[in-house]
């Protein structure tokens, strides 16, 4: 049985496809409509070069835009209530340091938190704007 270059390719998104489905990771994917792409050469009629070009050059830039478009959604869900249920949870602040940090009780575990608010912070309740890793942003609650 004689395989042609197309053959290849889609048998290299398959192997990528399945891969992905195995271990979960999303990049692979990616990667898999780069060997689409170059097999979609192969069947025009491109030459091995320009299908090799085309599938690393859409192969990697699906990578790149998900990896971006996944680096933003992760930021910005730091203080999107919608994606984090945290989002104006009700503390109580003891005390601040003089660097605007704090320790709190929230759900109770303790955990560092940093005044987000304008002007000084002051003990009392604060109501969580963000969460950035695993410190709290506070600010005072509106009234």
Do not use: K
């Amino acid at each position: 049985m004689d395989w042609n270059a197309s053959t290849w390719w889609w048998l290299a998104t398959a192997a990528l496809v399945a891969a992905e489905l195995a271990t979960g990771t999303f990049y692979l994917l990616m990667l898999a409509i780069g060997a689409a792409a170059a097999a979609c050469a192969a069947h025009v009629g491109l030459a091995n070069p320009f299908q090799l070009l085309l599938g690393g050059l859409v192969g990697s830039g699906a990578v790149a835009l998900w990896h971006w478009r996944r680096g933003r959604s992760v930021a910005d869900g730091g203080s999107d209530p919608s994606l984090n249920l945290d989002i104006g949870g009700s503390v109580q602040v003891s005390h601040w340091h003089p660097d605007g940090s704090t320790r709190v009780y929230y759900r109770g575990a303790g955990w560092d938190a940093r005044f987000a608010g304008l002007g000084d912070p002051a003990p009392g309740e604060h109501v969580i704007r963000a969460v950035q890793g695993s410190r709290l942003l506070l600010d005072r609650p509106a009234h």
